[in-house]
Structures are given as structure tokens and as C-alpha cells.
């Protein structure tokens, strides 16, 4: 069972929806991460927040948007995608913002654009 | 551009063999993790290497950073079906892990 919860764990959507991703963590985690894995390839960082502020933006283009509510929650709200965002988005946690501490990873929600 | 590349991408093991898979990098790394990634699952953080020559040891496997903190390996003894899926090193710095492209490990019973 992993420590941080993605849901949903599928979702289809059409290239002019408005979706929204959600990680939910209670380790007590104060960094939080959004990944991007294609099929057979590494996970992309997105982005990083650190103490609920945006710390972090890989350069991703503005239809992918983070929101940090809490130090449990985070989200990705998705608008106007392409067929080539298709991917699995993880979600990651580490007690602080450090590269010196090792990540807990959600299951990820697998997104397919028609 | 990545900056730790894995060889081989591919292993296909016998059950029972060793293998070893290595992680390289042009610059000096500031410290290495392991994830191991099963098929259709996620990152499953193994161990952290921290220290130059560093050798750590999980039961059948064996992580080494090497003395430049140029490289790491992971060699893992009596392969078995459970071995099955992606190893990953990524470069741990600042608040950020950068992944190396994997070696996808097959065992064959």
C-alpha cells in the first residue's frame, strides 16, 4: 500500500476539458512533487512545492496548473491538453525539500487525451 | 539534457544469475538514489549513497558509489522473478531528482 494517494487512478478526457489530479499525503511531508512518465521512460519532474509555495516549475506549458492548498494536498488542474500530455502523472512526497531525502510515490493516474 | 545515463537499458537475467547495472555521469554527482519501478506500478525508493566509495548492502543487493562520485552500481546476486521491473539512479540535488533512463530487468524462470 503506498503512503500517497492519487486519485483517479484513470481518466480520459477530450482536448477541451477542464480535469484536476489530486495527491493527498499525512506523512507529515512538507515537499511535494508532480512527475510526468511516458511509457519506458524516466519520470519528468514538473514541479516542485516546498512548504506549499511553488518552488520548482520545470518550464511545463500553462495548461498544466499546481495548486498547493495544504501540506497534505496538492493538485494539477489540466486545461486544453494535447494527445502527446497522454502519460501517467506521479505524485511524490519527502519529509523537506531536499535533494538529500528520498521520495514517496504515489500509484499515479494514467491520462489518456482524445 | 540528462545528466546520469544507465547501461545496459535492457537485462535479460536466468533466474539464479547475477547481473550489474551502472550509472554514469560526466560531473561530479552531489549524491545518488535507487528506485526500483515494477511493471505497471511506481518509483519504490531502495537506498541513498552519499559518501565516496560508499558501499551499502540490502540482503541480495549491493549499491556502490564510486570514488569520483562519477558512477554507481547495483549488483544484485540469485536473481529472482521478484527482481522483475525498471531500476532507476537519480542524481538527488537541491530539492530536485533527475532519473537516469532505467534498466529494465527480465528474469527468465
Known amino acids: 500500500d503506498t503512503e500517497v494517494t492519487q486519485t483517479p487512478k484513470h481518466l480520459v478526457m477530450g482536448m477541451t476539458n477542464k480535469k484536476s489530479l489530486k495527491c493527498e499525503q499525512h506523512m507529515g511531508h512538507r515537499a511535494m512533487y508532480w512527475y510526468k512518465q511516458k511509457a519506458k521512460k524516466p519520470p519528468e519532474l514538473m514541479f516542485v512545492y516546498s512548504y506549499e509555495k511553488l518552488s520548482i516549475n520545470e518550464s511545463v506549458p500553462s495548461r498544466f496548473s499546481p495548486e498547493c492548498p495544504n501540506s497534505s494536498l496538492l493538485n494539477l488542474h489540466l486545461h486544453a491538453l494535447q494527445p502527446e500530455d497522454s502519460a501517467l502523472y506521479l505524485c511524490?512526497?519527502?519529509?523537506?525539500?531536499?535533494?538529500?531525502?528520498?521520495?514517496?510515490f504515489g500509484d499515479g493516474t494514467r491520462l489518456s487525451i482524445l | 539534457g540528462q545528466q546520469v545515463m544507465q547501461i545496459p537499458q535492457y537485462q535479460h537475467v536466468q533466474e539464479g544469475e547475477d547481473f550489474t547495472t551502472y550509472c554514469n555521469s560526466s560531473t561530479t554527482l552531489s549524491n545518488i538514489q535507487w528506485y526500483k519501478q515494477r511493471p505497471g506500478g511506481h518509483p519504490v525508493f531502495l537506498i541513498q549513497l552519499v559518501k565516496s566509495g560508499e558501499v551499502k548492502k540490502q540482503k541480495r543487493l549491493t549499491f556502490q558509489f564510486g570514488e569520483a562520485k562519477k558512477n554507481s552500481s547495483l549488483h544484485i546476486t540469485a536473481t529472482q522473478t521478484t527482481d522483475v521491473g525498471t531500476y532507476f539512479c537519480a542524481e538527488a540535488a537541491g530539492n530536485k531528482l533527475t532519473f537516469g533512463g532505467g534498466t529494465r530487468v527480465l528474469v527468465k524462470p
Open positions: 511524490a512526497s519527502s519529509p523537506r525539500g531536499l535533494g538529500n531525502q528520498p521520495q514517496h
